[in-house]
């Protein structure tokens, strides 16, 4: 069982920045392809980004390249998301998934992410 937990959400001002992690248990971190989503109240659960087993390949959804980066550190099983140049429209929970799967891109759609994380609030105010 592998269990995902966020932290570094929190309350920023609109042009602000925040680093979200992600810890993993379990040894089984570096076999996973990584995301994040978010989802704000009233929608569907949005992609974020991706990144691949090693850290060589990421995908982002098109309102966060430029603003967002998603890292990972294999050796500490922890995910990272830095969030510079934040709009009031970023605000929502943000989960982290794994995808233990062994297809060769990046799932952007939630199906092939079998873990979740509970979720960190995030909030931008203008």
């Known amino acids: 069982q592998v269990q995902l937990v966020e932290s570094g959400g929190g309350l920023v001002q609109a042009g602000g920045s925040l680093r979200l992690s992600c810890a993993s248990s379990g040894r089984a971190f570096g076999r996973f392809r990584m995301a994040w989503f978010r989802q704000a109240p009233g929608k569907e659960r949005e992609f974020v980004a991706a990144i691949s087993r090693v850290g060589g390949t990421t995908s982002y959804a098109d309102s966060m390249k430029g603003r967002f980066t998603i890292s990972r550190d294999n050796d500490k099983d922890t995910l990272y998301l830095q969030m510079n140049s934040l709009k009031p429209e970023d605000t929502a929970v943000y989960y982290c998934?794994?995808?233990?799967?062994?297809?060769?891109?990046?799932?952007?759609?939630?199906?092939?992410?079998?873990?979740w994380g509970q979720g960190t609030q995030v909030t931008v105010s203008s």
């Open positions: 998934a794994a995808d233990p799967t062994l297809a060769p891109a990046l799932a952007t759609s939630t199906t092939p992410y079998t873990y």
